[in-house]
């Protein structure tokens, strides 16, 4: 079953500006809904639990719908904000009613049955350890803890260049020292991504938000040939339509 793609939604700037590290929960909070979909997603390797899978996709269309309000509603009025939340918490219910039924605990990774049925374990799996240090930069992340975020991403990286999350990481890492306004270090860490994880599901994720530094950075003429680049490499996809988006609001 496809992953679902969630760009980021803290990385979206509005008007050439980038969006305040405050405003950073909307970001983290769909990246936890993408985490727990996700968790659902590799138990569902029976041709058993189509219909848990349906439903499913249709949480992953609604997430999608999200994207493209947040970054309105991230920088309206109260009213805009409540929404917001009312949207999260709609999902998040949903979701848990997913998880339930899936027999996935919220806090687990890769669980290795759907209630009664047993199911293979995922391929390529993160180990124990692995996990551990992951989900302990990501909390550091949520918690807005970003020095310690940083840190712990490119640690991990650093020990588990191959580990099947490594390119996330990677990613993160560059969120992490986006939401922090280092912008350049986030560039960097962004574009690792693009080069030593080319076929990683982030990658389109990684130009796209290499695109709106660069806009952030007031750097219009090289955010213009980067988002353009994700159009042209990606067509179709959501990463694309997110550029054409952005290059719609760059001013000439």
Same mark, same amino acid.
């Given at each position: 079953?496809?992953?679902?793609?969630?760009l980021?939604?803290? !990385?979206?700037?509005?008007? @050439?500006?980038?969006?305040?590290p #405050?405003n950073?929960?909307? +970001?983290?909070r769909?990246?936890?809904?993408? +985490?727990?979909?996700?968790?659902?997603?590799?138990?569902?390797?029976?041709?058993?639990?189509?219909d848990? &899978?349906q439903?499913?996709?249709?949480? +992953?269309?609604d997430?999608? @719908?999200?994207?493209?309000?947040?970054?309105?509603? +991230?920088?309206?009025?109260?009213?805009?904000?409540?929404?917001?939340?009312?949207?999260?918490?709609?999902?998040?219910?949903?979701?848990?009613?997913?998880?339930?039924?899936?027999?996935? !605990?919220?806090?687990?990774?890769?669980?290795?049955?759907?209630?009664s049925?047993?199911v $293979? %374990?995922p391929?390529?799996? $993160?180990?124990g350890?692995?996990?551990?240090?992951? =989900?302990?930069?990501?909390?550091a992340?949520?918690?807005?803890?970003?020095?310690? &975020?940083? &840190? @712990?991403?490119?640690s991990?990286v650093?020990a588990?260049?191959?580990?099947p999350?490594?390119?996330?990481?990677?990613?993160?890492l560059?969120?992490?020292?986006?939401?922090?306004?280092?912008?350049?270090?986030?560039?960097?860490?962004?574009?690792?991504?693009?080069?030593?994880? %080319?076929?990683?599901?982030?990658?389109?994720d $990684?130009l796209?938000?290499?695109?709106?530094?660069? &806009?952030?950075?007031?750097?219009?003429g090289?955010?213009?040939?980067?988002?353009?680049?994700?159009v042209r490499r990606?067509? @179709?996809? #959501?990463?694309?339509q997110?550029a054409? =988006?952005?290059?719609?609001?760059?001013?000439?």
């Amino acid at each position: 079953m496809k992953r679902l793609l969630l760009l980021g939604a803290s !990385s979206w700037v509005l008007g @050439g500006c980038a969006v305040s590290p #405050e405003n950073d929960p909307v +970001q983290i909070r769909l990246s936890d809904l993408d +985490q727990r979909v996700q968790r659902i997603e590799r138990v569902l390797t029976n041709q058993s639990l189509l219909d848990l &899978a349906q439903r499913i996709d249709r949480v +992953q269309s609604d997430l999608r @719908g999200i994207r493209g309000e947040v970054e309105v509603l +991230q920088n309206s009025n109260e009213g805009g904000k409540n929404q917001t939340r009312n949207l999260y918490g709609d999902l998040e219910k949903r979701l848990a009613a997913l998880e339930t039924l899936g027999g996935v !605990s919220p806090g687990s990774v890769g669980a290795g049955s759907v209630g009664s049925v047993p199911v $293979a %374990p995922p391929v390529g799996a $993160a180990s124990g350890g692995e996990q551990a240090s992951y =989900d302990a930069a990501f909390t550091a992340l949520k918690a807005s803890d970003y020095p310690k &975020a940083i &840190a @712990g991403f490119r640690s991990f990286v650093s020990a588990y260049p191959s580990s099947p999350l490594a390119s996330n990481a990677q990613y993160w890492l560059g969120e992490a020292h986006y939401v922090n306004r280092e912008y350049q270090n986030a560039i960097t860490a962004f574009q690792r991504v693009t080069t030593d994880w %080319p076929e990683s599901r982030k990658a389109p994720d $990684a130009l796209v938000k290499i695109g709106f530094t660069q &806009a952030a950075l007031n750097r219009t003429g090289d955010a213009r040939i980067t988002l353009e680049d994700v159009v042209r490499r990606y067509p @179709g996809t #959501e990463a694309a339509q997110l550029a054409a =988006d952005r290059l719609k609001r760059l001013p000439r």
